[in-house]
């Protein structure tokens, strides 16, 4: 459905986003995922109309949107901070695309009521936005955004003004709706967490570049490189050196098929555990994680790591212990 080809995009002479491309069927969800800086919002913009571009192609159904201005795109746009008209009651601001649209009254009003029961906000519409919580606000201004039918969907960090609980409640929330609508959707996002659980597809980016697309568990399985994996969060990104198709580690070779020369060995969380045979080391400060415990230990060989121990039984710190690594929970990825 969208295409974006080699686009590129200056801001006073620093390249913002530097040839990208990407394209989103019909029905897929695709996060854009990076940290601040990385493009990903100058992308959505320049999708919807709203960023000049310095080269490249975007095209919605095989229409080239050159020159077309962002009302007449046919697209949903949802900001990070909601930007609901606070003039308008719930009902005016959800009813403001369809008006533009210039459909009859009862059409509107019948649109208007729709989206707010998808939504679960039914019977908010003579509400004030004003006095809505910040999880209803997001609500109406996802409505407002659904209300004229648009062909894909564009959300700029659509959670990202909410507290930690109330973002992991709707973004389940907004994923199941985004399902059953069966809509097209770019959601731009920093939070691997929230890109995990709402998209189809994960495409990452660098300093207006695509570093890595694919699948959630395929991303988190597989980082591209050591950029991805501590983007990710993963606490244990060790340089090591393959050599004749292995890197050295203190378990002992690790087969990879990379070419000789620096790599970065990415360990997943399960990667590690505490066993009674394993390399030895010294236990440091447990730091509590809700479900686990994160424990830091330099190993004897000079390797400080991070092990996760869900049983309960955390060593101390300066306690002694023995760390075993599954190899299959082990990445070799670029540097």
């Known amino acids: 459905m969208l295409d974006v080809d080699a686009l590129r995009v200056v801001y006073d002479g620093v390249v913002a986003v530097d040839g990208i491309t990407l394209d989103v069927e019909k029905g897929e969800v695709v996060a854009l995922l990076g940290p ?6 100058t992308v959505l913009r320049a999708v919807a109309g709203l960023q ?3 080269g490249g192609r975007i095209s919605l159904d095989g229409a080239d949107l050159t020159g077309v201005a962002p009302h007449e795109r046919g697209m949903g746009l949802m ?7 606070p003039h308008l009651d719930v009902g005016g601001n959800v009813a403001f695309g369809p008006r533009m649209q ?50 894909l969907l564009l959300l700029d960090e ?20 985004f399902t059953a609508l069966g809509a097209t959707v770019v959601v731009v996002t920093h939070d691997q967490a929230e890109a995990f659980t709402l998209a189809d597809r994960v495409v990452v980016l660098r300093a207006g570049r695509v570093v890595q697309s694919g699948r959630p568990a395929e991303v ?30 203190p378990w002992g070779p690790i087969p990879s098929g990379r070419p000789d020369g620096p ?16 390399v030895a080391g010294t236990a440091g400060v447990a730091a509590f994680r809700g479900d686990h415990f994160s424990v830091r230990v330099d190993l004897d060989e000079g390797w400080a790591l991070e092990v996760v121990d869900r049983g309960g039984m955390v060593p101390g710190p300066g306690e002694r212990v023995t ?6 929970a082990a990445v070799l990825a670029d540097p």
Do not use: M, Y
Request: hydrophobic share 50%; aromatic share 6%; charged share 20%.
């Open 79 to 85: 900001f990070q901070d909601f930007a609901l008209f």
């Open 52 to 54: 000049p571009v310095a």
């Open 323 to 328: 760390v075993a690594l599954d190899p299959a």
């Open 36 to 41: 601040s800086g990385s493009g990903k919002s």
């Open 158 to 177: 659509p959670l990202g003004s909410l507290d930690r609980s109330l973002r992991e409640r709707l973004a389940v929330e907004l994923r199941s709706l």
């Open 102 to 151: 210039h459909r009859p009254r009862r059409d509107v009003a019948a649109r208007v009521a729709e989206v707010l029961d998808l939504v679960r906000l039914g019977g908010f519409e003579h509400r004030s936005v004003a006095s809505l919580s910040g999880g209803e606000q997001q609500r109406v201004a996802l409505a407002r955004a659904l209300a004229p039918a648009p062909r």
């Open 220 to 249: 988190w399985r597989h980082p591209a490189d050591a950029f991805v994996a501590d983007f990710l969060g993963f606490a244990n990104i060790l340089p090591v050196s393959v050599c004749g198709g292995s890197a050295a580690t």
């Open 263 to 278: 790599a970065a060995l990415v360990l997943r969380p399960d990667a590690l555990a505490f066993a009674p045979t394993g």
